[in-house]
C-alpha cells in the first residue's frame, strides 16, 4: 500500500474508528473520575456520535470505491443507511441519560456498549465482504445482548438478554454456514467478486451455493425479525428496559438490511446466467412470501396485545415486512427512506412509553394509560403521533414511507403486485391496533395512582427532534427522496501497491 494511499484508507472507516475511540475513552473517564463527573459519559458519547455523522457525511465527497482489499465499501447504500444508524444512537444516547438516573444504573458502561454496538452496525452497513458482514454482525450482536440484560437486578431482564444470546447465536450458526458455502461455490467472500463469478457462470457448486443463500435468509430473517424468524422478538422487546428496546429494534435493523441489500441485490442480483437467473428468481420467490407473512403474522397478532411494548414489538415485525416489499424492488432507496422514518417514530414512541412506564417499567400495560391524555399532554399527544404515523396516516413519515414503498414496487415489480395488495390490507388492518392506546388515553377514565412523569433536558430534545422528523419527512420529503434516488455506482477497487 503506498503511503500517500494510507491516509485515504483509513479515512474510509473514520466513523467506525471514531465511535471505537469515544468507548474506549468513556470506559476510561468512567474508571478514573469521581461519581459526580460521570454525568460526562453522556456529553462525551454525543460528540462522539456526532463526529462520526459529519465524518460519514464527508465519506460522500470521497465517491464510490472499496478499501482494504475490497472488505469495506463507500458508496450511497452505506451513506444513507450510516447516517439512520448514527441518528438513532444520538436519540438513544439522549434518552438513556435520564433512563440511567431514574433507574440508578451506571452509566459508562451503557454508553460504551452504545458505541460499540454503533461501531459494530456502521462497519455492517459498509461491508464489502461477507467476512466484514459476520465481523460487524457480531459485534452490533454481542453488545446488542448486554445491553438487553442492562437491567441487571430484574429478572424478566436477564430472561430476555439470554433469550437474544440464545437464539441470536444459533441464527448465526445458520448464517456463517451459509456464508461458507457461499464461499464454496462462488471461491470468493468478496461481494462483487460473486457477483462476476455468478454472473460469468463460474461457480463451481451451483447446489451450494442456493443452499448457502437459503441459509442466509435465514441468518438475516432472523436478525431482522422476519416471520417465520421472529418468535424472539416479543419476549425480548418486553422484557429488555424500553429504551434498550427502542434502540434494538432501530439500529441492528436498518444496519442488518443494509448489509442485506448488499449481498442478495448486489451479490446475488439478476445476472444473464444460467445459475444467475436460477438463484435471483429462487430468493425473490422465497423472500415475496416471508414478506406476505411477516406483515400479516406481525398485524393480526399485535391486535390482541394488552402490553404495549409486545404490540410495538410485533408491529415491528409488520414493518419489516414493509421494508422487504421495498427490498425486493432490487433498490435501495425505498428501503433506506422506510427505515429512516420508521427508527424516527419508533424511537420516538419508546421515548414516550418509557417516561410513562417508569422505573423498572413498572406500567407498561395499555390499560396503565387509562385517560392520561389530558393529565400529561404533551406526553400524550406526541404518543398519538408517533402511534399514527407507524399506522400510516398523513401527513406523517409513516404514511409517506410505506407510500414511497408501496408506489415504487408496483412500478417496478408488476409480477408482485399482490405483494403489494397486501401490504396496503395490512396497513389498514394495522390501524386498530394503533388507534387502541390513543382512545385509550383520551376517552377513558385516569386511573388512580397515576403520577406525572418529570422530563428531562436531553429527553425533551430527543421527543422535539423525533416530532420534528414525523413532520418533515411526512410533508418535505422530497430532497432526500431525490437525494437517496442516486443509484449505487459501480464500486472499483483501489489498486494497492
Do not use: C
Not at 431514574?102 to 454503533?118: I, K, Q, R, V
Not at 459498509?126 to 437491567?151: H, K, P, Q
Not at 406500567?363 to 400510516?392: C, K, V
Not at 430527543?462 to 410533508?475: H, N, Q, R, S
Amino acid at each position: 500500500m503506498q503511503l500517500e494511499n494510507l491516509g485515504l484508507y483509513y479515512w474510509a472507516i473514520a466513523p467506525e474508528i471514531i465511535v471505537s475511540v469515544v468507548g474506549v475513552i468513556i470506559m476510561m473517564v468512567d474508571a478514573f473520575s469521581s461519581r459526580g463527573a460521570r454525568k460526562l459519559n453522556a456529553v462525551i458519547a454525543l460528540a462522539g456520535l456526532i463526529a462520526a455523522l459529519v465524518s460519514v457525511v464527508m465519506l460522500d465527497g470521497l465517491g464510490s470505491g472499496s478499501y482494504f482489499s475490497g472488505m469495506v465499501v463507500i458508496d450511497p447504500i452505506r451513506i444513507f443507511f450510516s447516517v439512520t444508524i448514527l441518528l438513532a444512537a444520538i436519540v438513544a444516547a439522549l434518552l438513556a441519560s435520564q433512563f440511567l438516573k431514574d433507574e440508578g444504573l451506571p452509566p459508562g458502561e451503557f454508553f460504551s456498549l452504545l458505541m460499540f454496538a454503533t461501531a459494530g452496525m456502521l462497519l455492517l452497513a459498509g461491508a464489502g465482504d461477507l467476512v466484514t458482514v459476520f465481523l460487524g454482525l457480531e459485534i452490533a450482536s454481542i453488545t446488542s445482548y448486554v445491553m438487553a440484560g442492562y437491567r441487571r437486578y430484574d429478572l424478566r431482564s436477564n430472561e430476555s438478554s439470554l433469550k437474544y444470546f440464545l437464539l441470536g447465536s444459533f441464527s448465526t450458526a445458520f448464517l456463517l454456514y451459509g456464508m461458507a458455502l457461499t464461499y464454496g461455490a462462488a471461491g470468493s467472500t468478496n461481494i462483487q467478486k460473486i457477483t462476476a463469478a455468478i454472473a460469468s457462470g463460474q461457480v463451481n457448486y451451483p447446489a451450494l451455493l442456493l443452499i448457502g443463500a437459503a441459509l442466509m435468509i435465514v441468518g438475516f430473517g432472523f436478525k431482522i425479525a422476519s416471520a417465520p424468524f421472529h418468535l424472539w422478538t416479543p419476549d425480548v422487546y418486553e422484557g429488555a428496559p424500553t429504551i434498550v428496546t427502542g434502540f434494538m429494534g432501530t439500529g441492528p435493523k436498518v444496519a442488518v438490511f443494509a448489509a442485506f441489500i448488499r449481498v442478495f441485490v448486489i451479490g446475488f442480483g439478476p445476472q444473464d446466467s444460467e445459475i444467475g437467473i436460477q438463484l435471483h428468481t429462487t430468493w425473490v420467490t422465497v423472500l415475496a412470501v416471508i414478506a406476505a407473512l411477516t406483515m400479516t403474522i406481525g398485524n393480526v397478532i399485535a391486535i390482541s396485545q394488552k402490553n404495549i411494548k409486545r404490540m410495538l414489538a410485533y408491529s415491528s415485525i409488520a414493518h419489516a415486512g414493509y421494508a422487504l416489499v421495498g427490498f425486493l424492488t432490487g433498490d435501495f432507496a425505498p428501503v433506506a427512506f422506510y427505515m429512516l422514518a420508521y427508527s424516527i417514530m419508533s424511537l420516538g414512541a419508546f421515548a414516550v412509553i418509557q417516561l410513562l412506564a417508569r422505573a423498572g417499567d413498572q406500567r407498561t400495560e395499555i390499560a396503565d394509560y387509562a385517560g392520561i391524555g389530558f393529565e400529561a399532554p404533551a406526553l400524550s399527544f406526541s404518543l398519538a403521533i408517533f402511534l399514527l404515523s407507524l399506522a400510516g396516516i398523513p401527513p406523517t413519515a409513516g404514511f409517506m414511507s410505506k407510500f414511497y414503498v408501496f408506489k415504487t414496487a408496483w412500478d417496478m415489480t408488476p409480477e408482485l403486485r399482490w405483494l403489494v395488495l397486501v401490504a396496503v390490507i395490512n396497513s389498514i388492518i394495522s390501524v386498530y391496533y394503533y388507534l387502541y392506546p390513543i382512545v385509550v388515553m383520551f376517552f377513558r377514565p385516569l386511573v388512580p395512582g397515576f403520577i406525572k412523569p418529570r422530563i428531562a433536558g436531553m429527553t425533551m430534545i430527543a421527543l422535539i427532534l423525533t416530532l420534528l422528523g414525523t413532520f418533515y419527512l411526512g410533508i418535505m420529503p422530497n430532497r432526500l427522496m431525490n437525494a437517496m434516488s442516486r443509484p449505487p455506482a459501480v464500486v472499483t477497487q483501489i489498486t494497492v501497491k
